[in-house]
């Protein structure tokens, strides 16, 4: 009985504790265990979300992202170090196989610490590309904070970054009051590749860009990049969901400006700083706590009058009327609930075999949705060809886990029972009634022919009589 008791209580800890989608376990890694008193409040958000955080130094002997085969940890956050290497046990080799092992990673730099090679050659590898000395700072003399960057205009004020989806729950700048700015200290600007799998969150204005502070020329000839060119914050998802986010200023996360602090703009107005919502919207997403969707059931059956009730059977037959239906939930923080599509988006069917057959729109299915799901159902009529087809979801969108179903069927063809008779299609109609008259016309014929005797010549039969 104690052991149920305490089985139950391990259970219930467990469920309270583990608000990401996929684990708790978060590595943070500083170039001192000391310097995490400067991210206090950014951690103590992490822990009271529940989150169990480690710290480790990259020099660190203990310091390992696998154990056994098995990821140790679930996420990890990296901070500016200054050493230029992070050992052999955080190669890009192994962030990669992290990565694909479905681990999340935050990566924060600083433009006053040179960017380790293992950290630039794993971003490279994911086709985002940092300055070419390591150290590029971004500046603006336009949006800037005039209290605390009077000299160097490298405090950028940025309007909260608009969601891609308005309809996302407390992503990133949602719901943000309108005279609030994030304040982006002393950052790095990153090029982003033409890759589906990357997108950015905040980009620099179009009167930013970034050079190299080392460089006291009054004219900057060679810029890395300028404008939009530059992504202030970046997001990575890879094709299993596992998430990368490069925040191009760890001082962002830094204690002095997560409070609400007072800053000033170029034209002497005040305003509030939005960063601690920032980051820890930023957080949630890169750990897995927001835009994350789940498929509840699938289910495809006969729509057609007398068919079989059977849910998701393995064979149907060609020209079947079938429906299809799909339950979504989408999880924010702590809570599952219905995932809306946008009214500007489309859920789409794919009936394939080598290609699709048919791509259906799916629409909101109200009676079998529920508070934590919704449904989404077509209905379609098979086509004129069996083989081996499957029902392909094939959803990916920017801020949203990948959704992507395959149940795999088989289409018959009909039985020699099963087509339908002549004498039921109207056009073959003509045709049974030319048959008809021909065999009624060849039966008359003979008919006629067995039953008239040839004709007689009675004066031939007198004389040979005589």
């Known amino acids: 009985m104690r052991s149920l008791f305490s089985l139950f209580v391990f259970l219930f800890a467990v469920s309270v504790s583990a608000v990401s989608t996929t684990g708790n376990r978060l590595l943070a890694i500083l170039d001192d265990v000391a310097d995490k008193e400067n991210y206090s409040k950014f951690l103590g958000d992490l822990a009271s979300r529940g989150f169990e955080l480690t710290f480790e130094t990259p020099k660190s002997e203990t310091l390992a992202l696998f154990h056994l085969g098995e990821r140790k940890y679930d996420h990890v956050i990296f901070f500016p170090t200054k050493t230029k290497g992070l050992g052999p046990n955080l190669t890009p080799n192994i962030l990669v196989q992290f990565l694909n092992a479905n681990g999340n990673v935050l990566v924060t730099l600083s433009s006053g610490v040179v960017a380790p090679n293992s950290l630039v050659s794993f971003l490279a590898e994911l086709d985002i590309q940092l300055p070419v000395d390591r150290t590029g700072l971004v500046v603006d003399h336009f949006n800037y904070d005039t209290a605390s960057a009077a000299d160097l205009h490298d405090v950028l004020l940025l309007p909260p ?10 992503l990133f700048g949602a719901g943000a009051p309108a005279d609030s700015v994030v304040a982006f200290p002393r950052g790095v600007g990153a090029a982003l590749g033409a890759s589906e799998l990357l997108t950015p969150i905040v980009r620099a204005p179009r009167t930013a860009y970034s050079y190299n502070p080392k460089e006291q020329a009054e004219v900057v ?22 998430r990368l986010v490069l925040l191009g200023s760890a001082e962002l996360l830094q204690d002095k400006w997560l409070d609400e602090a007072e800053v000033t703009k170029v034209d002497g107005k005040k305003a509030k700083t939005f960063n601690r919502e920032f980051a820890k919207r930023l ?3 890169a750990f897995q706590e927001l835009g994350v969707l789940r498929v509840n059931w699938i289910e495809h059956r006969l729509d057609e009058a007398g068919g079989s009730n059977e849910t998701n059977p393995k064979i149907y037959r060609i020209k079947n009327k079938v429906s299809y239906t799909i339950s979504l939930s989408e999880y924010a923080y702590d809570t599952w609930s219905a995932f809306n599509v946008p009214t500007n988006d489309v859920l789409q069917l794919e009936f394939s075999m080598l290609s699709p057959f048919h791509r259906l729109p799916l629409s909101f299915d109200k009676t079998r949705s529920t508070k934590d ?7 379609f009529v098979l086509p004129d060809q069996h083989g081996i087809f499957n029902f392909k979801i094939n959803y990916k969108r920017p801020f949203l886990s990948n959704v992507e179903e395959k149940n795999t069927v088989s289409v018959r063809h009909m039985a020699h029972n099963e087509w339908p008779r002549s004498f039921a299609i109207s056009g073959a109609w003509p045709w049974i009634a030319g048959i008809a008259v021909t065999v009624t016309g060849w039966i008359g014929f003979c008919a006629l022919w067995l039953y008239s005797a040839p004709p007689t010549d009675k004066k031939k039969q007198t004389k040979k009589t005589q």
Do not use: C, M
Request: charged share 15%; glycine share 4%.
């Open 161 to 170: 970054p608009t969601a891609v989806r308005s309809d996302i729950k407390n």
């Open 221 to 242: 000839d060679d810029l890395f990049g300028a404008g939009e060119q530059l992504s202030l914050v970046s997001s990575f998802q890879a094709l299993n969901s596992a």
């Open 283 to 285: 957080s949630a997403w």
């Open 373 to 379: 799901a919704a449904a989404y159902t077509t209905t």
